[in-house]
Structures are given as structure tokens and as C-alpha cells.
């Protein structure tokens, strides 16, 4: 059975019951509230210029282009952050294996 929610654009659409939230998800959600100073939904340049990693990433995290940020959209940018940070920790790994050890130098050996 699924739940009735209402979008913010007032329309009513159905949503499948969800897992349980995580943590970092719960924790995602009362910052974004915390963050909407108006509590209309979504975040605007004005209320997260206190934030700069947040602002300098405001056009790239508003995918739809309206000026403002909804939680969709930030879930969406974290998502990618993440991926981006994970393929470069794998990519300086993969290149730390690829390096061989340094072997010291054998000692001079006088007869």
C-alpha cells in the first residue's frame, strides 16, 4: 500500500513506503531544515551564504535551474560529491600499488 504525500507544488502523488532512514540521512534532513530559514522546502542563495562549501556549489547542486535548492537536489549533488571523492581514492591507490617500494641501497662491502 502506498503512502499520499503532497509535493510542494500542492499536488497530491502516491510514494511506496520507504526503508528506514539512516543516520547520516536523518542528520542530512534536520541540517536542510535547519538551513530553511522560511521553511517553504527548498534553499536559497541568501540562506546558505553562511555556508561556503554549500554556496560555491549552489549552481552546480540547482539542476533544474530555478535559483533555488531542493532537498532532491542536494541529496543528488552529495551523491555525486561522494562518487568523485570515492574514484579518486581509488585512483591514488591504484597508483600507490603501482609505485614499487623503494629498496635501500646495499652497503659498500671492502674487503
Known amino acids: 500500500m502506498s503512502a499520499l504525500w503532497v509535493s510542494s507544488s500542492g499536488t497530491a502523488a502516491a510514494q511506496e513506503p520507504q526503508a528506514p532512514l539512516s543516520k547520516g540521512e536523518i542528520k542530512a534532513q534536520r541540517e536542510f531544515k535547519m538551513l ?3 521553511g517553504d522546502g527548498r534553499l536559497s542563495r541568501s540562506e546558505v551564504k553562511l555556508f561556503p562549501r554549500l554556496a560555491n556549489a549552489f549552481d552546480q547542486a540547482d539542476t533544474d535551474g530555478d535559483g533555488y535548492v531542493s532537498y532532491e537536489e542536494v541529496r543528488a549533488f552529495a551523491a555525486q ?3 568523485q571523492r570515492d574514484r579518486q581514492k581509488e585512483k591514488a591507490a591504484a597508483a600507490a600499488q603501482a609505485v614499487p617500494p623503494a629498496t635501500p641501497e646495499a652497503p659498500e662491502v671492502r674487503p
Open 36 to 38: 530553511d530559514f522560511n
Open 81 to 83: 560529491s561522494r562518487a
